[in-house]
């Protein structure tokens, strides 16, 4: 392995969530890897997170095909898992068991050696306190990463919850930003900041109907923070959103909304999660120049594109 080294390093790289909307993310990561664009600060939440994580690995992948269902995985989310006592998703399968069982193998030496800040966050269901775990706690071992991950991920209903140091932990979505994780980069120092979005532009999230608040306090039961988490959510993303587009009318945010979103959270057909990735690559190649400009400085600024070849290992 040669010396991996940062090129972005006043511009932070932020990823939404999103459950399997995270194709498209997946898609855009990789046009950046191809091109060697490497930011020295990445964040996200929930299938952020994930992004997050498989970005700073630099193996182009699984940054791919952790997205997309495949061999044991396409038995962990929707109906086989429901019929066999897993949840929606498997949360077992897909993060770790995943990981040890060579399935979506993670290069965990690129990811402890690669030098960028790191920032993944999480929910305290019993607290309501928004948990964000950065370089030293992600980089302590494989599996307590992974189990990390995981906890941003976990939506309420849909998921086991894992434990973890003994706080339950839940989707980062549900604490501070709402899901829109551009305030975890400004938190951390910085001001500028390129955000891969999962939604197209102008989209809002709208009040809970009657259903969604039957849902909502089902899921809640006996945990007030979450329910008001989950209750309140719709107001805070949007007035999020507006703050960041805010921030992109000022030059300091460069925001890429999909052209087009043809899955959703918990779309579970590889050939759909498959086809919405080509269309995050395909964006991500027509959006290069902009990217460029805002990072670099010019539409032709940077590096020259890299076909660096990645290994990785399997967690066992």
Known sequence: MGEIVSNVRDCALVFEGGGYRGCFSAGISNVLLEQGIHFDYVCGLSAGASNTVNYLSRDQWRVKHSFILSGRAKRAVGLPSLLHGGGYFDA?????????????????????ANPAGRCIQAFERDTGRTLRFRRDELTRDPVRMIDLVRASSTLPGMMKPLPVDGRVLMDGGLGAGAGIPVNMAEEDGYEKFVFVATRPRGYRKKPPTKRDRSLYLAVSRDHPYLRNALLTRWERYNAELDRVEALAREGRCLVIYPDAMDVTSGTASPRKQAAEYEVGHEQGLRELPRIREFVFGSADGGPA????????????
């Open 92 to 112: 077992d399968f897909l993060y770790e068991g995943a990981a040890q069982d060579g399935t979506w193998p993670f290069d965990w030496d690129t990811f402890v």
């Open 305 to 316: 594109p890299t076909d660096e070849g990645t290994g990785y290992i399997t967690l066992g």
